[in-house]
């Protein structure tokens, strides 16, 4: 194997299909940047630890979103409490904003519990992007294509078919709902229907011989890697 493939050359973004289910999807990725970035901050003022941005800058984290879209994520989690802003800059003419997290809104009602929990282990396994991915495809198509790119690569459980130079792997509507829960069934056909018509993914029934309607699914990445380099983006990872 190239090691080369084993880099990730940006910074991908991490999803949690719990607070996704919870909170939206475009949500869910916000509030968790945004703790991030409030790890990370010495800004503190009032007992509480602030960051400062512009919708700019917000979008150089999140290139797959309009201004407008990151406008109205941010304006809903404030409207619902979950994101507190303000202005504490120097100079008032400074209108660039300010950004907490009201983690009372997201905590556990057992504190000792998420003191010690939510610090050491991560209690599900979180669903993870590449921006440049997700500019390419979209937001929700990116986070699938890469689930299954983990299933092909993954030595586990799941069935791996290699027909030719295609590898596929047998996954289940009840399988890809589990983990798409933040998703109705019908939104996730018309992700992989999307997909399917844009030429990133192959979908076949390879056991309807024996009565099995269940899907195989395949990334073709040479299309989607001809994609990226269209686009001037980065590689994505290399075909298992």
Not at 90 to 95: C, G, R, V
Not at 115 to 143: C, D, H, M, W, Y
Not at 168 to 176: A, C, G, H, I, R
Request: proline residues 3%; aromatic residues 12%; positive net charge.
């Amino acid at each position: 194997m190239n090691k080369r493939y084993l880099l990730i050359d940006e910074y991908p973004l991490f999803v949690s299909p719990t607070l996704a289910a919870e909170m939206g999807l475009n949500q869910a990725i916000i509030i968790q940047q945004l703790n991030y970035w409030l790890q990370r901050s010495n800004h503190h003022y009032k007992g509480k630890t602030w960051i400062y941005n512009t919708y700019n800058n917000w979008q150089e984290q999140f290139p797959f979103w309009s201004l407008s879209t990151i406008w109205r994520t941010i304006a809903d989690l404030e409207k619902r409490n979950i994101i507190i802003t303000g202005n504490l800059n120097k100079f008032k003419l400074d209108q660039t904003k300010w950004y907490t997290l009201n983690y009372k809104a997201l905590s556990c009602s057992d504190e000792r519990q998420e003191t010690l929990g939510s610090k050491l282990f991560i209690n599900e396994r979180l669903l993870t992007v590449l921006p440049s991915l997700a500019v390419l495809t979209g937001l929700p198509e990116a986070l699938l294509l890469q689930e299954i790119h983990y299933n092909l690569v993954e030595i586990g459980t799941n069935i791996i078919r290699q027909i030719g130079a295609t590898r596929w792997v047998k996954l289940s509507n009840k399988q890809l709902g589990s983990v798409f829960r933040f998703l109705s069934e019908r939104q996730l056909r018309r992700i992989i229907a999307t997909l399917r018509d844009k030429g990133f993914l192959k979908v076949a029934q390879l056991d309807s011989v024996s009565g099995d309607s269940t899907n195989y699914y395949s990334i073709q990445y040479e299309v989607l890697l001809n994609a990226l380099r269209k686009e001037g983006k980065k590689q994505i990872a290399k075909p298992p």
